[in-house]
């Protein structure tokens, strides 16, 4: 056998091999950044005609993240309540009474919805409510811990992914980043 | 030098192929990351190598009791090989519906409890409605016209009063049938021959032995072996593994990304949506997963049994079973409906080393289907740490001396009333509220040992137990 000859074949065949899939997780990557910022040129596009303020820009890039385990500590109601971060993400909760303790990340990592998808949510449920949309000031993705739906005294609980959009008026509109 | 050239490049080329081989395993591991939310797990793609045991929807269908009428007012009582009888039994309803001429009459209860206490009679019980036109398809049982009238049976009945009949009871539809052929055949006979009934526990009604009307069986005397076992919750690798499997069969690929919340207890609780779907590992080892079910057809008793069992066997229920030497039935059974989705709840008991095991408020499974699919699911076993006989038998509490001595607690009990009353209408009110009296060990809350115990069920379904030997109150259902 001539393993010269064999080598050299081996190597050209995983080199196209490799060509082929680098080019295709490029493409995905590319394309799923583009749809990304087209949705949000879109969705822009869209509030602008609708003559609802957006103050901030739309974020536009995917990005896949675990859920975070968090556990609940009394907070105390007259000091004031620091932010807390999980690796700059901030952490928030429904429970107001409470301080939230990151304790641990899931062990795996879930495409987010985008941004935009949450701004459209957020028109959506507003006609839902026969209501007129308010002007966006802030949007931000952030872990939240919503509480709603379990009766018992928790300890500990998860925070999922959510795009928190800031409103004009003072309100905040949370959106499920993981599209639930 | 020309050679030592050769020889580098191929160094190099060996060293190149290894880097892009690498190279390829890592741009794909790339490319299926981008799409898939788990990451590679070697075990969860090669095929399961067990096959699961999924037991026979039959099997579970235990008589509770065979009752043997001697036609002088007692009773001979059996609680073993009752599956076997049934077997019998329905061998026997398969002739007589084969037969030219078979039909079928409804009679009174008055008429059945007339055959069954006036003559020599054998009854196969059960403690549960099985819908009799589903039972006939799946012993392959051709129903001769007319027998569609019976929907439900609680017991197969034979009695001397008529040899070549048979009878089926449905007490909770107040339902009752001979069904009777043409031939000559002594189907009391058949079903009765080699029966020896001398060493049968005799039993006798309440009214008997208490007075009253009543005519549930309680025995006059009984001897026991048993003796109080140290139980503990099954052991935590069994236990982990249970509930590993659960979790994530019932969450799939979900499971990283449900809602996991502990309560103040220690109580876990896998929350999917705002509700759809829970599964709580509770801190005490019980297990119960809810499920919001959607529209689809309805499986029937059987189908629903079936799925019901599939279910229990795929998400390890009875793992370790065997070396624990417990042994599961179906107790109880009852038809569910939710708006409308329709289906069975089955509950299903234990023995624990051949020895009936209760919980004072609950059961070991419960499981319920709706429109065929799990839409409630508890799981609560057990193990023990040694076998429950001493070897000698010792005499138990009399079932009268247990009646007689706790009458007014019950009486306070059921009646919600903690009042003193006159003592002969509230003996009168128990006596007359028995509907049955069992031997077994009993697991009471915060006991670590499970109790021998007299087990009383009154109508309305609540349990009283008393220990076994003393006759003294341990528990009741709530």
Same mark, same amino acid.
């Given at each position: 056998?001539?393993?010269?000859?064999?080598?050299?074949?081996?190597?050209?065949?995983?080199?196209?091999?490799?060509?082929?899939?680098?080019?295709?997780?490029?493409?995905?990557?590319?394309?799923? %950044?583009? /749809?990304? *910022?087209?949705?949000?040129?879109?969705?822009?596009? #869209? =509030?602008?005609?609708?003559?609802?303020?957006?103050?901030?820009?739309?974020?536009?890039?995917?990005?896949?993240?675990?859920?975070?385990?968090?556990?609940?500590?009394?907070?105390?109601?007259?000091?004031?309540?620091?932010?807390?971060?999980?690796?700059?993400?901030?952490?928030?909760?429904?429970?107001?009474?409470?301080?939230?303790?990151?304790?641990?990340?899931?062990?795996? %990592?879930? /495409?987010? *919805?985008?941004?935009?998808?949450?701004?459209?949510? #957020? =028109?959506?449920?507003?006609?839902?409510?026969?209501?007129?949309?308010?002007?966006?000031?802030?949007?931000?993705?952030?872990?939240?811990?919503?509480?709603?739906?379990?009766?018992?005294?928790?300890?500990?609980?998860?925070?999922?992914?959510?795009?928190?959009?800031?409103?004009?008026?003072?309100?905040?509109?949370?959106?499920?980043?993981?599209?639930? | 030098?020309?050679?030592?050239?050769?020889?580098?490049?191929?160094?190099?080329?060996?060293?190149?192929?290894?880097?892009?081989?690498?190279?390829?395993?890592?741009?794909?591991?790339?490319?299926?990351?981008?799409?898939?939310?788990?990451?590679?797990?070697?075990?969860?793609?090669?095929?399961?190598?067990?096959?699961?045991?999924?037991?026979?929807?039959?099997?579970?269908?235990?008589?509770?009791?065979?009752?043997?009428?001697?036609?002088?007012?007692?009773?001979?009582?059996?609680?073993?090989?009752?599956?076997?009888?049934?077997?019998?039994?329905?061998?026997?309803?398969?002739?007589?519906?084969?037969?030219?001429?078979?039909?079928?009459?409804?009679?009174?209860?008055?008429?059945?409890?007339?055959?069954?206490?006036?003559?020599?009679?054998?009854?196969?019980?059960?403690?549960?409605?099985?819908?009799?036109?589903?039972?006939?398809?799946?012993?392959?049982?051709?129903?001769?016209?007319?027998?569609?009238?019976?929907?439900?049976?609680?017991?197969?009945?034979?009695?001397?009063?008529?040899?070549?009949?048979?009878?089926?009871?449905?007490?909770?539809?107040?339902?009752?049938?001979?069904?009777?052929?043409?031939?000559?055949?002594?189907?009391?006979?058949?079903?009765?021959?080699?029966?020896?009934?001398?060493?049968?526990?005799?039993?006798?009604?309440?009214?008997?032995?208490?007075?009253?009307?009543?005519?549930?069986?309680?025995?006059?005397?009984?001897?026991?072996?048993?003796?109080?076992?140290?139980?503990?919750?099954?052991?935590?690798?069994?236990?982990?593994?249970?509930?590993?499997?659960?979790?994530?069969?019932?969450?799939?690929?979900?499971?990283?990304?449900?809602?996991?919340?502990?309560?103040?207890?220690?109580?876990?609780?896998?929350?999917?949506?705002?509700?759809?779907?829970?599964?709580?590992?509770?801190?005490?080892?019980?297990?119960?997963?809810?499920?919001?079910?959607?529209?689809?057809?309805?499986?029937?008793?059987?189908?629903?049994?079936?799925?019901?069992?599939?279910?229990?066997?795929?998400?390890?229920?009875?793992?370790?079973?065997?070396?624990?030497?417990?042994?599961?039935?179906?107790?109880?059974?009852?038809?569910?409906?939710?708006?409308?989705?329709?289906?069975?709840?089955?509950?299903?008991?234990?023995?624990?080393?051949?020895?009936?095991?209760?919980?004072?408020?609950?059961?070991?499974?419960?499981?319920?289907?709706?429109?065929?699919?799990?839409?409630?699911?508890?799981?609560?076993?057990?193990?023990?740490?040694?076998?429950?006989?001493?070897?000698?038998?010792?005499?138990?509490?009399?079932?009268?001396?247990?009646?007689?001595?706790?009458?007014?607690?019950?009486?306070?009990?059921?009646?919600?009333?903690?009042?003193?009353?006159?003592?002969?209408?509230?003996?009168?009110?128990?006596?007359?509220?028995?509907?049955?009296?069992?031997?077994?060990?009993?697991?009471?809350?915060?006991?670590?040992?499970?109790?021998?115990?007299?087990?009383?069920?009154?109508?309305?379904?609540?349990?009283?137990?008393?220990?076994?030997?003393?006759?003294?109150?341990?528990?009741?259902?709530?």
């Amino acid at each position: 056998m001539d393993w010269t000859k064999a080598k050299n074949i081996l190597m050209i065949a995983l080199l196209a091999t490799n060509l082929v899939i680098g080019l295709t997780y490029y493409a995905t990557i590319r394309e799923k %950044r583009e /749809e990304w *910022v087209i949705q949000a040129q879109n969705t822009a596009a #869209y =509030l602008e005609e609708l003559g609802v303020p957006l103050e901030t820009e739309i974020p536009n890039r995917p990005l896949k993240m675990p859920v975070l385990f968090v556990r609940f500590e009394p907070s105390d109601p007259e000091a004031d309540t620091t932010p807390v971060y999980e690796d700059d993400i901030r952490v928030e909760s429904t429970v107001s009474s409470v301080t939230v303790i990151p304790i641990d990340r899931g062990d795996n %990592r879930r /495409e987010v *919805v985008s941004a935009s998808y949450a701004l459209l949510k #957020y =028109l959506a449920a507003m006609e839902h409510q026969e209501k007129a949309p308010v002007g966006i000031e802030a949007i931000e993705l952030i872990y939240l811990v919503d509480t709603y739906g379990y009766d018992g005294a928790i300890s500990e609980d998860t925070a999922v992914p959510a795009w928190k959009l800031s409103l004009q008026d003072g309100q905040v509109f949370y959106v499920n980043a993981y599209g639930e | 030098m020309s050679q030592r050239n050769t020889n580098r490049t191929e160094h190099l080329k060996t060293v190149i192929l290894v880097v892009l081989f690498f190279t390829t395993i890592l741009l794909l591991y790339l490319l299926w990351t981008l799409d898939a939310q788990n990451r590679f797990h070697l075990p969860d793609i090669l095929p399961q190598r067990q096959a699961l045991e999924v037991p026979k929807a039959e099997d579970m269908l235990i008589p509770e009791q065979v009752v043997y009428g001697i036609g002088d007012g007692s009773y001979r009582q059996t609680e073993t090989e009752t599956q076997r009888i049934f077997e019998k039994g329905l061998l026997a309803l398969r002739t007589l519906f084969a037969e030219e001429g078979a039909s079928v009459s409804e009679i009174t209860q008055a008429q059945f409890q007339d055959a069954m206490r006036e003559y020599r009679s054998l009854a196969i019980n059960f403690a549960y409605v099985i819908p009799f036109g589903e039972l006939c398809n799946r012993w392959e049982i051709l129903r001769p016209a007319g027998s569609e009238v019976i929907q439900g049976m609680k017991a197969l009945a034979f009695s001397e009063a008529a040899v070549r009949s048979l009878f089926i009871a449905d007490p909770e539809g107040n339902k009752y049938y001979r069904i009777y052929g043409q031939s000559e055949a002594d189907v009391f006979a058949g079903m009765t021959e080699g029966m020896d009934l001398t060493e049968l526990t005799a039993y006798y009604t309440v009214g008997n032995i208490l007075g009253g009307d009543n005519d549930r069986l309680i025995p006059l005397t009984a001897q026991s072996e048993l003796v109080p076992l140290r139980w503990r919750e099954e052991s935590e690798a069994v236990s982990q593994s249970v509930r590993q499997a659960l979790a994530e069969a019932l969450f799939g690929e979900n499971l990283d990304f449900v809602r996991r919340i502990t309560d103040n207890f220690g109580n876990v609780t896998y929350m999917y949506g705002y509700g759809q779907k829970t599964f709580t590992q509770q801190v005490d080892g019980v297990l119960e997963y809810k499920n919001e079910t959607s529209d689809e057809a309805n499986g029937g008793f059987f189908g629903d049994l079936e799925t019901a069992l599939a279910f229990m066997a795929a998400h390890g229920t009875w793992d370790g079973a065997d070396e624990r030497e417990l042994r599961f039935f179906l107790t109880n059974v009852q038809a569910v409906s939710a708006g409308r989705q329709e289906g069975y709840r089955f509950w299903f008991g234990s023995k624990i080393m051949d020895q009936s095991l209760f919980y004072e408020n609950s059961s070991p499974l419960q499981i319920e289907v709706l429109d065929g699919q799990i839409s409630y699911y508890r799981r609560d076993l057990i193990s023990v740490e040694s076998n429950g006989r001493t070897g000698g038998l010792r005499s138990a509490q009399d079932p009268a001396n247990v009646i007689a001595h706790n009458y007014n607690h019950i009486y306070n009990v059921m009646t919600g009333n903690l009042l003193s009353v006159n003592e002969e209408s509230a003996f009168e009110y128990v006596a007359d509220a028995v509907r049955e009296i069992r031997m077994g060990l009993v697991r009471i809350a915060n006991d670590d040992w499970l109790q021998p115990a007299w087990v009383l069920e009154t109508t309305g379904g609540q349990m009283f137990y008393f220990s076994l030997y003393e006759a003294i109150p341990i528990g009741m259902s709530e």
